[in-house]
Nanobody
């Protein structure tokens, strides 16, 4: 069992940056694939980015490639999402998630993730 706590959201102007953090409890965080998803009002929760256990593989949604960067620090049981060049369409609640299945390839499918953070609101003004 692992608990995830998301933080770092806020209000930012278009073109600005934010760094989200995901703090995990438990000693098995390093064995999980970690992903970030987001959900805008009235829309489905969508994949943003994921990273494998060692941090050597990442997958990005096309909409954030070149602007967002995911990283992790297994020693601190944490993952991060650096978001640059933010756009109003990035406005959403962002969720950290962990895939505990033992999959070594970072997945994009929401159903593959077993644990979820509570979400943190990101609002980008134009």
């Amino acid at each position: 069992q692992v608990q995830l706590v998301d933080s770092g959201g806020g209000l930012v102007q278009a073109g600005g940056s934010l760094r989200l953090s995901c703090a995990a409890s438990g000693r098995t965080f390093s064995s999980y694939v970690v992903g970030w998803f987001r959900q805008a009002p009235g829309k489905e929760r969508e994949f943003v980015v994921s990273i494998n256990q060692s941090g050597t593989m990442r997958r990005y949604a096309d909409s954030v490639k070149g602007r967002f960067f995911i990283s992790r620090d297994n020693a601190k049981n944490a993952a991060y999402l650096q978001m640059n060049s933010l756009k109003p369409e990035d406005t959403a609640v962002y969720y950290c998630a962990a895939d505990a299945s033992g999959n070594y390839f970072p997945t994009t499918r929401r159903d593959d993730y077993d644990y979820w953070g509570q979400g943190t609101q990101v609002t980008v003004s134009s």
